[in-house]
Structure formats: structure tokens, C-alpha cells
């Protein structure tokens, strides 16, 4: 399974972004995937994930009504659009990708992960 992420980048505080993650493998459209983000010295955390049909989301409660996912699955790509940022929002964000049943929101259940791309809020 490959991840590649992108979309990370530069924007002040109340504006938006958009990451992609295009993902690649055997069955890739059956999977959960999950984003999650890390700051220098301090693990990472779970930020959404979306099942593989787009039935169920499930959102970390700090950005819960300003960051929406989605997925593609003719494209391979699942997309987080983020809104209302916060230069909490800070951070390397990292796409994954796991079979493991339900929605998880630990990174220990996701072994398939992108590179990750670095998203700066400035206030």
C-alpha cells in the first residue's frame, strides 16, 4: 500500500486548505483512512477517518465542524478540507490507511501511512 499526500502549505488564521492523499494497492478502495497530525515533540494524534464507502466519519473534537472528510474511491483519493483554521491547526499532517474493522482513531491500528505534508496557520 502506498500513500501520498499533499495540499500542505502557508494560510492565516480563518482561511482554508484542501490535503489529498492518493492511495494505491490491492483493494485500495476497501480501506479506512484515517488522517492524524504531529507537532515537533509530541506523538501524533487523530484528526478524522472515513470508512471505505463514505458512511461513517468520525472527528477528533478540536476540528469537529470546520474540517470535512471525503474520499474518491474511482480516484484513489480521499481529501480533508479544512476550514476556520486555527494556528493550533499547526502541524505535519499524515494520511493512513488500515483494514481493521470500525472507524479507528488510534495510529497504533493503522500500519499503512503517507509521508505527510506540513500545513503552518499563521495568526
Known amino acids: 500500500v502506498q500513500l501520498q499526500a499533499s495540499g500542505g502549505g502557508l494560510v492565516q488564521a480563518g482561511g482554508s486548505l484542501r490535503l489529498s492523499c492518493t492511495h494505491s494497492g490491492r483493494t485500495a478502495s476497501t480501506y479506512v483512512m484515517g488522517w492524524f497530525r504531529q507537532t515537533p515533540g509530541k506523538e501524533r494524534t487523530f484528526v478524522a477517518a472515513?470508512?471505505?464507502?463514505?458512511?461513517?466519519?468520525v472527528y477528533a473534537d478540536s476540528v469537529k465542524g470546520r474540517f470535512t472528510g471525503s474520499r474518491d474511491n474511482a480516484k484513489n483519493t480521499v481529501y480533508l478540507q479544512m476550514n476556520r483554521m486555527k494556528p493550533e491547526d499547526t502541524a505535519i499532517y499524515y494520511c493512513a490507511a488500515t483494514y481493521a474493522r470500525g472507524i479507528p482513531t488510534s495510529s497504533i491500528d493503522y500500519p499503512y501511512w503517507g509521508q505527510g505534508t506540513l500545513v503552518t496557520v499563521s495568526s
Open positions: 472515513i470508512s471505505w464507502n463514505s458512511g461513517n466519519t
